[in-house]
């Protein structure tokens, strides 16, 4: 279908045809980041090009049809939902325990048709564990969504589900269908269900159980501006009614359809024959489980031929061709036995749910994570309680629920500690932070432990042979207190340590020695500055080019950088101007942990050209950030004076550079000066922009 079938012909032809040309650009943009996971335009072209289509159709209304891409969050709020009656009933499945609850499905199936059992081909895919929607599209423009409902009367959320990019507000391609009802589960990931539940931690709003319930309740906000913001995404498993009838096709094919429609589909659906195959498929896929990023229930199993589905047919609720294998539950229920309190890296001090061990989906569980106090409060919880633990994938095990009706009587309370559990220091809660945190910076063995394993992590330095273990026994012996005491250890000392040996420990020291060449964007993210992951690291080692440009950099600068936003920015500030960081970054470097520096090409800087000297102490600013300033202006900082230095700054006791300085009539300034040049000449230069 053409974006430009329904645009009205009274419009000029320029007119139309730009629209015409930014809607498919966007559509495009849309399918290829939320339906093929191929991203073609940045966000900042997608959002540009977006506002010109809103400034085109401001200018000429009669653009505005529903199924333009500015058209997702376009309907008011509701009072309420209104019913629909689904064409076709929404039905549930049955579900099959197990391989021979796999076979007898199989045989039942195959003695209606009147086949063998192994000549019958299954289509066989994940099930998905959401909300299960049905979108109805005439003339290739989607008309109305509903929920499932009690499956005859779902209710109308049609304006939640236009805000989804992967639902397609007009199908693509050519062959689109005169009528067509989709049926899929809308989900939402587990990177977007953690998200979103950190956030409404720390906003004090609604946490969410799982994605399931995560999904549902998106789906029936009330208004689609608040679902527009929820990560949700729509995968069809099903063409209800399609017209023309499309004769004598098969499940996988029209899933193959579906997906040039413009939906996304599951990549995992496969066509077997017989139960034998079904069944290790099953099995496999529940050894996948956890790879896939989100919830998962089971495997759908369906007879491959429509034709043979129709003559199947239903009993009561469900088909009789299709069936759901179960996998275990994600949650389970246990006791809460105590609690215990952990300190992170910045000091973050986390209530840890101490558990009788349980198994969630085949892992046992004995810890999870309850977040912090209000958590604690949010759920009601007590040593001692009866709760559910939920595991998915690689989210860390999580309390969702307590039982309040089996709360026992010698139940106790959470107490949350007024001092560091590890080093005493106080445990301080800002205002408006949910976090409490341990005061004890890296006085604090815990912070520093923790500090020195990022420090050494697989993204950050990559110190090969420094375990955790080995980390512990060096802060507990006192041997290590910052990551620049690491390059200090030498094999003599280190294998005077339990379970090292001569080899490990040469290898260790080897390794340190390989991790002194490193890039400056790691060099930045293994400082473990608040906030600042990899990606962050990286776009600033971009941005400043070098460490002394970043660590001068004010508050505004550092916003300057993408992604970086005043916390983040007040984050990357503090950090730099404490004293301990300064000494701990030139102790590094005085140990030869080094990278390649790159000066970001800013233009001519008004001091092109000019050798600078800085000597003696400076009150004001530091060495690093007078030099980084006199760079970004374009000058050169050298070490030592000759006829070529244009001028030399002489902080406190400054000594034989001052005098040659003077021996030689180069200008110095001194301290004060030196600032009211630098003010002068960056205001010169921002004016000259
Ligand atoms: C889920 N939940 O993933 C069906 N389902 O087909 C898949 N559900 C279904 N198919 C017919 N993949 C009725 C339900």
């Given at each position: 279908m053409s974006q430009s079938d329904s645009l009205p012909s009274s419009l000029p032809a320029s007119v139309r045809e730009t629209a015409r040309a930014l809607r498919t650009a966007l559509d495009d943009a849309n399918h290829r980041y939320y339906v093929l996971d191929e991203p073609t335009l940045t966000d900042a072209d997608y959002d540009r090009q977006l506002r010109q289509l809103q400034n085109l159709e401001a200018e000429h209304p009669a653009l505005v049809t529903p199924d333009s891409p500015t058209q997702r969050v376009g309907a008011p709020p509701s009072a309420g939902f209104s019913d629909i009656q689904h064409a076709v009933p929404m039905l549930s499945l049955g579900n099959a325990f197990g391989r021979d609850e796999v076979f007898a499905f199989a045989e039942r199936v195959a003695d209606r048709l009147e086949s063998a059992a192994d000549d019958l081909a299954f289509s066989v895919e994940p099930k998905l564990d959401g909300a299960a929607v049905s979108l109805v599209y005439e003339h290739g423009r989607l008309i109305s969504g509903a929920t499932r409902g009690d499956g005859r009367t779902g209710e109308d959320i049609t304006a939640n589900l236009?805000?989804?990019?992967?639902?397609?507000?007009a199908l693509r391609g050519n062959d689109v269908p005169r009528l067509l009802e989709v049926r899929g589960e809308v989900i939402m990931r587990h990177a977007g269900f953690a998200q979103l539940n950190a956030r409404a931690r720390e906003t004090d709003s609604k946490v969410f159980a799982n994605p399931r319930n995560a999904a549902a309740g998106s789906l029936r906000q009330l208004d689609p501006a608040v679902t527009a913001t929820r990560p949700l995404e729509f995968h069809a498993y099903q063409a209800a009614r399609i017209e023309p009838d499309p004769g004598d096709a098969t499940h996988s094919e029209l899933m193959a359809r579906l997906a040039g429609l413009g939906f996304i589909t599951s990549g995992e659906l496969q066509v077997l024959y017989g139960p034998g195959a079904v069944a290790d498929y099953c099995e496999a896929l529940g050894e996948r489980r956890?790879?896939?990023?989100f919830d998962i229930d089971g495997a759908v199993i369906k007879v491959n031929h429509l034709r043979r589905q129709r003559e199947l047919g239903f009993v009561a609720r469900a088909p009789r061709w299709a069936t759901a294998w179960k996998f275990p539950a994600q949650e389970e229920i246990t006791r809460l036995e105590d609690v215990e309190f952990q300190v992170g890296r910045t000091g973050a001090v986390t209530p840890v749910a101490r558990l009788a061990p349980v198994s969630v989906a085949g892992v046992t569980v004995s810890n999870a994570t309850l977040h912090n106090a209000d958590e604690i409060a949010r759920l009601d919880v007590r040593i001692g309680d009866s709760v559910a633990i939920r595991r998915a994938g690689e989210v860390i095990p999580q309390v969702?629920?307590?039982n309040h009706d089996r709360r026992p009587d010698d139940a106790r309370e959470i107490v949350f500690p007024d001092?560091?559990?590890?080093?005493?220091s106080d445990v301080e809660r800002v205002e408006g932070e949910v976090v409490a945190r341990c005061a004890g910076g890296l006085y604090c063995p815990a912070q520093r432990k923790e500090a020195l394993k990022h420090f050494a992590g697989r993204r950050a330095l990559d110190i090969d042979g420094l375990g955790d273990k080995l980390i512990t026994q060096l802060v507990d012996n006192q041997r290590v207190e910052t990551p620049a005491d690491l390059f200090t250890l030498d094999v003599a000392y280190l294998q005077?340590?339990?379970?090292?040996?001569e080899k490990s420990s040469r290898n260790l020291v080897n390794a340190l020695d390989s991790a002194r060449s490193t890039t400056l964007a790691r060099f930045i993210y293994a400082l473990g500055i608040r906030e600042v992951g990899e990606a962050t690291a990286a776009g600033l080692a971009a941005h400043f080019g070098t460490l002394d440009a970043l660590q001068a950099a004010e508050q505004e600068a550092l916003e300057?950088?993408?992604?970086?936003g005043p916390v983040v920015a007040a984050h990357l500030h503090t950090f730099f101007r404490q004293p301990h960081n300064r000494q701990t970054i030139e102790a590094l470097r005085a140990a030869g942990v080094h990278w390649e520096e790159q000066a970001v090409a800013t233009g001519p800087g008004p001091l092109d050209g000019q050798t600078w000297v800085l000597t003696g102490t400076l009150e004001t600013l530091t060495r690093d950030e007078g030099k980084a300033r006199l760079q970004a202006l374009g000058a050169r900082v050298a070490g030592s004076v000759s006829k070529k230095t244009a001028c030399v700054v002489a902080g406190e006791a400054a000594g034989s550079k001052l005098e040659k300085a003077r021996t030689l009539g180069v200008e110095v300034l001194d301290e004060a000066e030196f600032i009211a040049r630098l003010d002068e000449t960056e205001a010169d230069d921002r004016r000259s922009e």
């Open positions: 236009r805000t989804l990019r992967s639902v397609p507000l956890d790879e896939l990023g969702v629920r307590v001092c560091c559990p590890v080093c005493g005077t340590l339990p379970r090292m040996a300057g950088v993408n992604d970086v």
